[in-house]
């Protein structure tokens, strides 16, 4: 017959031993400001164990706090308003102001700027783990908001977040630049006044660009740019493109060797030229699965779409949509508009799992898009 405290304490001997090979997440909250136990974030950092909370003061200063992230499943919040970051002419690595090296990171409510480096690559943030969310954060001059490098595991998720003057004016340097993963996901976001690069850059492989504000207003280059195609969704946005332009195409799909299997579908976006000449989207000839291009305004001149065999229906091609106050960037409709009601019904092509739910609000906000009568063409719903 067994005996019943030898079984009782193996069990405990065997819960002992896998606790020692088996790190456990923390779930800890650390503190960082004036007062408390950790003055810097990146002393925090250094200390801190996986599944972490580290919670930054917007009251401390933080200028040249530059550090590599290694633990995971960390929560980065800022508290008491936005922390702000500055780079204060330091960099970790030679990277960025924060290289996450650990998996699973969220950022919220984080001001990063001022980075630059020897190689004119400076980030805010360079990503080299597995999955990152951003929310609500704030990228500004830097030589590039976010970048992040290759790793088809990966997943990014950024949303409610601004990205302004990032960019050495190189042209290969932007506001923010996804490399070679698995998944992207932005929504509403603004990007804006990059120096010299894009406003968004993505190789991912999936590309889920939903209800942000790209808008050009003192010149870059490709608003959008997904050099290496994909399967992607663009939903929603609100593109212009100033006079001042480096480029004179807002949206390029495949421009740098497209995927076998890329596609692209376009879906109630909002497309303002304000130069003179140029496109609106254009895609590499070797993309051989017809764009899906339904329910957007074209507002300006310029090619609509470069790809001869591209579906377009119920779009608006003209100098006059009806906006509101076209001077000022507001892009809803005012009535009258000949976009009114004017959209295809998405269920009939079977991509009602697309049609836009949500409205972007300025600045990095959105509201649900409710209806009346039928779609409006467009990223708003009058």
Not at 27 to 40: E, F, I, S
Not at 94 to 121: H, M, P, Q
Not at 243 to 265: K, M, V, Y
Request: charged letters at 20%; hydrophobic letters at 35%; glycine letters at 10%.
């Amino acid at each position: 017959m067994s005996d019943p405290f030898f079984l009782k304490s193996g069990y405990s001997l065997v819960l002992f031993l896998l606790a020692a090979v088996i790190p456990l997440s923390s779930n800890r909250t650390l503190q960082v400001g004036p007062g408390a136990k950790y003055l810097t974030p990146c002393q925090a950092f250094k200390d801190a164990q996986d599944g972490d909370t580290i919670e930054i003061n917007a009251a401390g200063v933080y200028a040249g706090d530059v550090c590599r992230i290694s633990a995971s499943n960390l929560v980065i919040r800022g508290v008491n308003g936005r922390p702000r970051i500055d780079a204060a002419g330091r960099s970790s690595e030679r990277k960025a102001i924060w290289v996450i090296g650990g998996n699973n990171t969220v950022v919220e409510n984080i001001e990063l700027s001022g980075c630059l480096v020897e190689d004119l690559n400076g980030a805010g943030i360079r990503q080299e783990g597995t999955n990152l969310t951003v929310r609500a954060c704030y990228f500004h001059d830097n030589e590039n908001g976010i970048m992040c490098g290759k790793n088809p595991a990966s997943e990014i998720l950024i949303e409610n977040t601004e990205f302004a003057r990032n960019g050495h004016g190189d042209g290969y340097s932007h506001n923010l630049y996804i490399g070679n993963i698995k998944k992207f996901t932005m929504q509403f976001c603004y990007s804006h006044q990059s120096v010299g690069g894009q406003l968004v850059k993505s190789r991912a492989a999936e590309n889920h660009i939903f209800y942000n504000r790209l808008t050009d207003e003192k010149g870059s280059n490709y608003k959008l740019d997904l050099p290496n195609g994909g399967l992607a969704y663009v939903v929603g946005n609100i593109f212009q493109q100033s006079p001042s332009t480096t480029n004179s195409n807002i949206f390029a799909f495949g421009a740098e060797g497209p995927t076998p299997d890329s596609r692209l579908i376009v879906i109630n976006n909002t497309f303002v030229n304000d130069r003179i000449a140029g496109g609106f989207i254009k895609i590499n000839q070797h993309v051989t699965k017809p764009a899906l291009i339904i329910n957007n305004i074209f507002a300006g001149t310029g090619e609509v779409c470069s790809q001869p065999y591209a579906l377009l229906l119920a779009n608006f091609v003209g100098p006059d949509p009806g906006f509101m106050d076209r001077a000022h960037f507001d892009y809803r409709l005012r009535y009258g508009s000949p976009c009114i009601n004017g959209g295809a019904d998405l269920a009939k092509f079977g991509m009602e799992g697309v049609a836009p739910k949500y409205e972007y609000v300025h600045p990095c906000k959105s509201k649900a898009r409710s209806f009346v009568g039928p779609i409006d063409i467009g990223a708003f719903e009058k």
